[in-house]
């Protein structure tokens, strides 16, 4: 079982950046689909980004497209999300989670569905003060 650890989370103005990190320790992340989650008090859990196993195919929610990329570098077993312009309403704790499903091409798992995801990191606070 892949075991994640997420870090780069802080305090950033509204406007600044922060780059996130998903590190993977017992088996490689380089073989997994990841996606990234947020979840903000009171809120539920919700779909930020996608990288496919091999990093060609990357998605991103609506409201933070143009603004976050995910990227992968299988070397460092590493997935990262990179996160400019950010905005108060991105404060959140952020997951990063890996899927067996979509990694093996399971029908009808979704990228953005959190459920199909079986691997998540314990999170890291993401506030961006206004």
């Known amino acids: 079982q892949v075991q994640l650890v997420e870090s780069g989370g802080g305090l950033v103005q509204d406007g600044g950046s922060l780059r996130l990190a998903c590190t993977a320790s017992g088996r490689t992340i380089g073989s997994k689909a990841t996606g990234w989650f947020r979840q903000a008090p009171g809120k539920e859990r919700e779909y930020v980004a996608f990288?496919?196993?091999?990093?060609?195919?990357?998605y991103y929610t609506d409201s933070v497209k143009g603004r976050f990329t995910i990227s992968r570098d299988s070397a460092k077993n590493t997935v990262y999300l990179q996160m400019n312009s950010l905005k108060p309403e991105d404060t959140a704790v952020y997951y990063c989670a890996t899927s067996d499903k979509i990694s093996y091409g399971w029908a009808g798992a979704s990228y953005a569905n959190a459920l199909d995801y079986n691997a998540w990191g314990r999170g890291t606070q993401v506030t961006v003060s206004s």
């Open positions: 990288i496919s196993r091999t990093g060609d195919r990357t």
